[in-house]
Nanobody
Framework: QVQLVESGGGLVQAGGSLRLSCTVS????????MAWFRQTPGKERQWVAV????????YYPDSVKGRFTISRDNAKNSVYLQMNSLKPEDTAVYYC???????????????WGQGTQVTVSS
């Protein structure tokens, strides 16, 4: 069984930065494409960053492109999300997810973390 545990959320002022971490246990993170999602009350969970397991290619939606960076350290079984120039609309619960491919992880991840709250004050 694969377990994902996020950390690093918190309260930050607009324009600030946060770095989220996701630690994978139970199986090597290098076997999976990894993604970060976020969700606000009443809305669907949306992906904000994906990294493929084979080439390390990254993908972002336009809403965060240029501000968020996903990275992975397979030796540490960890994935990170560096968030810069944060905006109040980035406030959400952020989830780490793992899937068999960079395509599948965006729509049907196999595993989810428990989430970490990010709040950006104006």
């Amino acid at each position: 069984q694969v377990q994902l545990v996020e950390s690093g959320g918190g309260l930050v002022q607009a324009g600030g930065s946060l770095r989220l971490s996701c630690t994978v246990s139970g199986r090597s993170s290098s076997s999976y494409a990894m993604a970060w999602f976020r969700q606000t009350p009443g809305k669907e969970r949306q992906w904000v960053a994906v990294i493929s397991w084979r080439s390390g290619t990254t993908y972002y939606p336009d809403s965060v492109k240029g501000r968020f960076t996903i990275s992975r350290d397979n030796a540490k079984n960890s994935v990170y999300l560096q968030m810069n120039s944060l905006k109040p609309e980035d406030t959400a619960v952020y989830y780490c997810a793992a899937g068999v491919s960079w395509v599948a992880v965006r729509t049907t991840p196999d595993y989810w973390g428990q989430g970490t709250q990010v709040t950006v004050s104006s």
